[in-house]
């Protein structure tokens, strides 16, 4: 069974980091399709970043410059590196890795992450 538990957010001022991770069990990072994605009150979930099988990158703008998706296949771990943080990145931000042949998706039940100025 797929699952998937993020860790690492909490509450941090304007201006700060920080790195919250992604582990899996029952699949494996490696050459899957995941990404992070964000939720805040009242709002619709929206993708922050993402990275794809072969590794290539991709960021929402208002991830991008300040954010990093990364994995490490070793530890079947996904991170994901937040800088610069402003109030809006406040959010439950969610893990998610899509499996073939169907690519179906599984998600974490998120990590919060607030920023306060």
């Known amino acids: 069974q797929v699952q998937l538990v993020e860790s690492g957010g909490g509450l941090v001022q304007v201006g700060g980091s920080l790195r919250l991770s992604c582990a899996a069990s029952?699949?494996?990072?490696?050459?899957?399709?995941a990404g992070w994605y964000r939720q805040a009150p009242g709002k619709q979930r929206e993708l922050v970043a993402r990275i794809l099988s072969g590794g290539t990158t991709t960021y929402a703008d208002s991830a991008k410059g300040r954010f990093t998706i990364s994995r490490d296949n070793a530890e079947n771990t996904m991170y994901l590196q937040m800088n610069s943080l402003k109030p809006e990145d406040t959010a439950v931000y969610f893990c998610n890795v899509r499996l073939p042949p169907y690519y179906k998706e599984y998600w974490g039940r998120g990590t919060q992450v607030t920023v306060s100025s």
């Open positions: 029952g699949t494996i990072f490696s050459n899957k399709p």
